[in-house]
């Protein structure tokens, strides 16, 4: 039986991974902002089976992150952590640049909140010389999208830290994978007003995420054709990308 813990667990693809493994009766521990959603998604897993454990806090917390993290590390050693909290932000309905609270708070839980999670796993996982860890980016890290700067530049951070940290950690028996998915129909993308190529549902991202790991596959980045899009146009002269991106201009609501 496989421990896994999951940060952003509450909705969308945080939820649709912890249903996913409390199907093959994994041990969980799930972290959230939402004590409610929270409670619901945990009393689902345990319905299906699984082991559940909960912890309601803030990932920018970074003393409580590393006081839960390292707890439940001790008690049951994680083997799969996925860094999965994050925001979305970017060009308001009014038309202005997003509010620099908004993108301040968004740079604080994307990366800081990535760091947070998988800093405290890391002694353990050395120790143990075995473990996954698992940072979901996104498609925007491989092109800067003018209604989304701080996302952008956030998700493009993560991938690099992921990256980087599989190469410094592959010879410890530590994998680590970077997930980029594209559209997925989560509460955070209802969010945003604009064009959604190949969207899908959680759930498939998931089956597609857990193929990836198996495979251990550096980047899951999906789906493929939009994927391998989105990188040839953020290879593009800036001149050239612009124009291709203007079609896909978006506008984001404020979060309900």
């Known amino acids: 039986m496989q ?7 509450s909705s969308g693809i945080g939820q649709a991974l912890a249903l996913r493994y409390a199907r093959d009766g994994a041990s969980l521990v799930l972290l959230g902002r ?3 959603r929270l409670d619901a998604v945990a009393a689902e897993c345990r319905s299906l089976g699984a082991t559940v454990e909960i912890a309601v806090l803030d990932v920018r917390d970074r003393p409580r992150m590393f006081e839960v993290v390292e707890a439940f590390d001790r008690t049951r050693p994680v083997d799969v952590l ?3 909290a994050g925001v979305m932000e970017g060009t308001p309905l009014n038309g202005e640049i997003e509010a620099p609270d908004a993108a301040h708070t968004l740079m604080q839980i994307n990366v800081g909140g990535v760091l947070n999670t998988v800093q405290p796993i890391l002694p353990g996982m050395m120790a143990r010389g075995r473990g996954q860890i698992v940072i979901v980016s996104s498609i925007a890290a491989f092109v800067p999208l003018a209604d989304s700067p701080s996302y952008c530049a956030s998700k493009a951070a993560v991938l690099s830290y992921g ?3 599989r190469s410094l950690l592959a010879r410890r028996g530590i994998r ?10 989560t509460p955070m993308l ?12 959680p759930e498939r991202a998931v ?5 990836g790991l198996a495979r251990d596959k550096a980047v899951i980045a999906f789906p493929r054709l939009f994927a391998l899009a989105t990188r040839i146009n953020g290879l593009l002269p800036d001149r050239l990308r612009r124009s291709v991106l203007r079609k896909f201009r978006f506008t984001v609501s404020d979060p309900e």
């Open 3 to 9: 421990n896994i813990l999951i940060t952003g667990a």
């Open 34 to 36: 939402s004590a409610s």
């Open 82 to 84: 996925f860094a999965n």
């Open 163 to 165: 990256l980087s940290l």
């Open 176 to 185: 680590v994978n970077v997930v980029c998915p594209g559209y997925i129909a």
């Open 190 to 201: 209802s969010r945003e007003s604009g064009p959604r190529p190949f969207e899908m549902a």
């Open 207 to 211: 089956e597609i995420i857990r193929r």
